[in-house]
């Protein structure tokens, strides 16, 4: 059994008993909160194993007008790539919206250039790539800890399988692009460059290799569910496996990334352990 100790406005300390605490902080936040207050965590679980869904993107210039920031985003997607290999990490492809402030955040450009990049955006789509992290030994996620003033951080490491598989899934999304009929293609590296054949495509993946933007999507994980103690910190019902008034109803309870946007999983997830 737990309770809560917190102050007021005016500084009191006072404790609150309840039946039940749910902790909905997400996937950073909940994990934070169980850091601060020291819960019992024998395996050194908590923050561990979270996942980020890393985004790539490449933007494909039209002579055509796109309009990438009218309608609903997310209304075109492929799966095709999305089991992976025992070498790559799987990704979701998607369409995103490009509305003027996402899009003049991709260019690392200044000035007139950067001028002439937001005048082409009416011709612009972009597409995104989803990399689906946590399911091959060399993808474990990240880590979120508390720093020096007692804020949570997240540590994600790009180690070599990162970078191969962010590479290849880049590669085929920019080629794609090319293809398909692209005046030019910006695939998103730092201080990249447009590219409009598959000569320059090459001799810019050589040359910007380590220089991958990577965004991120979803963050899920944290405080995974399952039945063994030793891999996982709430069961099947979202109980802690030490405390028993305490629940988590979020997305951390995720022991690996989905194939797809978290949200509606987090949804069916809380409801089947507020009502089961």
């Known amino acids: 059994i737990i309770s809560l100790i917190a102050k007021n406005a005016n500084n009191k300390v006072f404790t609150i008993k309840a039946k039940r605490f749910f902790l909905s902080a997400g ?22 194993r979270t996942f980020l869904h890393p985004t790539l993107m490449s933007a494909y210039f039209s002579d055509k007008v796109v309009e990438g920031a009218k309608g609903a985003p997310q209304t075109v997607y492929s799966n095709h790539f999305l089991e992976g290999d025992r070498e790559h990490m799987g990704f979701k492809l998607e369409v995103a919206p490009i509305h003027p402030v996402l899009y003049a955040t991709v260019f690392d450009t200044y000035g007139k250039e950067h001028f002439n990049y937001m005048q082409e ?67 998103g590296f730092y201080f990249s460059k447009l590219v409009s054949n598959h000569n320059e495509l090459n001799e810019l993946f050589s040359a910007k290799e380590n220089q991958i933007k990577v965004f991120s999507a979803h963050v899920m994980g944290g405080a995974p569910m399952g039945v063994d103690e030793k891999r996982s910190v709430v069961n099947m019902k979202a109980q802690s496996h030490y405390y028993e008034n305490l629940y988590v109803m979020d997305g951390s309870v995720l022991p690996t990334s989905l194939g797809a946007n978290p949200m509606e999983t987090i949804y069916g997830l809380v409801d089947y352990f507020l009502t089961d």
């Open 27 to 48: 996937s950073i936040g909940t994990p934070a909160i169980m850091l601060r207050s020291e819960l019992k965590d024998p395996y050194k679980l908590i923050g561990k």
């Open 121 to 187: 955006r009416p011709h612009v789509s972009a597409q995104i790539l989803l990399l689906r992290d946590g399911l091959h030994p060399e993808s474990q996620g990240g880590e979120v800890f508390i720093n020096e003033y007692g804020l949570p951080q997240l540590k994600y490491d790009q180690n070599n399988f990162f970078k191969k598989s962010a590479l290849r899934a880049l590669k085929i999304l920019s080629a794609g692009q090319l293809n398909a009929g692209a005046k030019g293609v910006y695939p």
